[in-house]
């Protein structure tokens, strides 16, 4: 089991040609160590969002645990099978990439209505990288403010896992170029794909 911890018990016997023998029991003490986690897609695709969605009224954006539970797209051998793993894992936002004026936002902290439904509860993500990674938990939002792009377009951003052991404060930024091993950041990330599409016209004539 490579992930064990705990106590051990090793017992052995040692015996001559003559017949002499002795045997010990050691104990031997196995101490815990983290394991990064596993991202386990390449890229996700979220549903299309309108060019006239406004962001807080029909564009609420996606939960970060949301994210992790539908696209199924971790793995942590340090989470038991009873603990729902999207409720423990974060992501640390490494890159960005917005059309024109239309931005990536984030909602920290995001679970009731009246916080994700008023606009100023929107942060622009800003420029990130591995050296300047923006750190969110489960319950905070991602969504790309669509409303006013001019056509068919897709944004995207990436990011890598976070396990939220390390002490490191959500709704920070930080230096992610350590991962995997034992830290608390996968060696993968993972490209979210945002699709925005026109809305359509009806024209009719007199």
């Known amino acids: 089991?490579?992930?064990?911890?705990?106590?051990?018990?090793?017992?052995?016997?040692?015996?001559?040609?003559?017949?002499?023998?002795?045997?010990?029991?050691?104990?031997?003490?196995?101490?815990?160590?983290?394991?990064?986690?596993?991202?386990?897609?390449?890229?996700?695709?979220?549903?299309?969002?309108?060019?006239?969605?406004?962001?807080?009224?029909?564009?609420?954006?996606?939960?970060?645990?949301?994210?992790?539970?539908?696209?199924?797209i971790v793995t942590d051998v340090d989470i038991p099978f009873?603990?729902?793993?999207?409720?423990?894992?974060?992501?640390?936002?490494?890159?960005?990439?917005?059309?024109?004026?239309?931005?990536?936002?984030?909602?920290?902290?995001?679970?009731d209505s009246s916080v994700y439904s008023d606009s100023s509860s929107w942060n622009d993500i800003g420029t990130v990288s591995n050296s300047n990674a923006l750190l969110l938990g489960p319950d905070d939002r991602i969504a790309f403010d669509s409303n006013g792009v001019s056509s068919d377009a897709s944004a995207s951003l990436k990011f890598n896992l976070w396990d939220m052991t390390d002490g490191s404060t959500v709704n920070t930024y930080v230096n992610i170029t350590s991962t995997g091993g034992t830290t608390a950041i996968s060696t993968s990330t993972i490209t979210v794909e945002q699709p925005v599409v026109q809305a359509c016209v009806l024209t009719i004539p007199n």
């Open 82 to 111: 009873y603990i729902d793993i999207s409720e423990v894992t974060g992501i640390a936002i490494t890159s960005s990439t917005n059309l024109s004026a239309n931005k990536w936002k984030y909602c920290f902290n995001c679970t």
């Open 1 to 72: 089991n490579p992930n064990f911890n705990g106590t051990d018990i090793l017992g052995y016997k040692i015996s001559d040609n003559a017949g002499n023998s002795d045997s010990t029991i050691t104990y031997i003490k196995v101490n815990p160590v983290n394991d990064a986690p596993v991202i386990t897609k390449e890229s996700i695709t979220l549903s299309e969002l309108g060019n006239s969605e406004i962001l807080g009224s029909e564009n609420i954006g996606q939960r970060v645990k949301d994210i992790i539970s539908s696209f199924n």
